[in-house]
């Protein structure tokens, strides 16, 4: 259905934002947005204890990935400066 999908999570020192962005063509964003939003909807009344630890060792492995080498610390420092400051 869709050719690209991926969920963010936009964290700030009072409020915060959670989405997904999907790339699909026009003929089938029917079809896409029919099997999104009912799991968006699930989110809303809580995750399984499965899907928590699948989340938690897929957000350690971003994070030490994202902090391979100089450049990226430096900007993930700045980022965590702007946003908790």
Known sequence: ????????N???SDT???GMVATAPDNKLDDL???AMPNFVRLAHGISEEELVRAK???KARI????DGDIATGEEMA???QTIG
């Open 64 to 67: 030490l990935s994202s902090l």
């Open 33 to 35: 947005m029919w099997y």
């Open 57 to 59: 060792i897929t957000l």
């Open 16 to 18: 915060g934002l959670f």
């Open 79 to 81: 980022r965590q400066m």
């Open 10 to 12: 936009l964290s700030y």
């Open 1 to 8: 259905v869709a050719s690209s999908v991926a969920a963010f």
